[in-house]
């Protein structure tokens, strides 16, 4: 082996041990890679938290639309003016603004029983999870009727994704409830 080459190889040899620390102290994609580890759970729990937040603040605003509308019941004003089943989920959805696609998805329960005991508040929800409103009525009663204003609306999920399910339906979307029970005020009709 010639002197040269040998010396030229432990010159190459010199050079790649230099750049193979000089890689390995290099800096420039570091803050792409540490990103790319964090991101992920970074935006699950994000968009987790929204979700919370969006649900908690649609199912307050559904009570709050239902306890509004069920004084009209209350106090004999939806007797008086002849309202209907449909035209109680129109005045419920006009005050529950956070709702998408409200009027179509809002289902809304108004019975009289003859003792607070005998009301059942449970969610109508059939064994294959699915939701079950057939046998869903409006009767406001007279005037000291005993009443139960049950209103769901299903609200639809979406970091079900990203391993957070809340969905309590079988069609992955979460029933929110609002329930109202109260006696009539002693109004004549």
């Given at each position: 082996?010639?002197?040269?080459?040998?010396i030229?190889?432990?010159?190459?040899?010199?050079?790649l041990?230099?750049?193979?620390?000089a890689?390995?102290r290099?800096?420039?994609?570091?803050?792409?890679?540490?990103f790319?580890?964090v991101?992920?759970?970074?935006?699950?729990l994000?968009?987790?938290?929204?979700e919370?937040a969006?649900?908690f603040?649609a199912?307050?605003n559904?009570?709050?639309a239902v306890?509004?509308?069920?004084?009209?019941?209350?106090?004999g004003?939806?007797?008086e003016?002849k309202?209907?089943?449909?035209?109680?989920?129109?005045?419920v959805?006009?005050?529950?603004?956070v709702?998408?696609?409200?009027t179509n998805n809002l289902?809304?329960d108004?019975?009289?029983?003859?003792s607070?005991g005998?009301m059942t508040?449970?969610?109508p929800?059939?064994?294959?999870?699915?939701?079950?409103y057939?046998?869903?009525?409006?009767?406001?009663g007279?005037g000291?009727?005993l009443v139960?204003?049950?209103?769901?609306?299903?609200?639809?999920?979406?970091?079900?994704?990203?391993?957070l399910?809340?969905?309590?339906l079988?069609n992955?979307?979460h029933?929110?409830a609002?329930?109202?029970?109260?006696?009539?005020?002693p109004?004549?009709?």
């Open positions: 082996m010639n002197i040269g080459n040998v030229g190889l432990t010159l190459a040899c010199r050079r041990r230099r750049r193979a620390r890689f390995g290099a800096e420039d994609g570091a803050t792409a890679v540490e790319g580890l991101a992920l759970p970074f935006f699950a994000l968009f987790a938290i929204i919370t969006l649900l603040l199912g307050q559904l009570e709050s306890d509004n509308n069920a004084r009209l019941i209350r106090t004003q939806a007797q003016s309202l209907n089943g449909t035209t109680f989920i129109a005045k959805c006009a005050e529950a603004i709702l998408p696609n409200c289902h809304v108004v019975r009289t029983y003859t607070f005998t508040t449970g969610e929800i059939d064994s294959k999870g699915n939701a079950d057939s046998t869903f009525m409006f009767d406001a007279h000291g009727s139960l204003v049950r209103a769901y609306y299903e609200w639809p999920t979406f970091t079900r994704l990203l391993g399910n809340f969905s309590n079988g992955g979307k029933l929110l609002a329930v109202a029970a109260f006696k009539n005020e109004f004549a009709w």
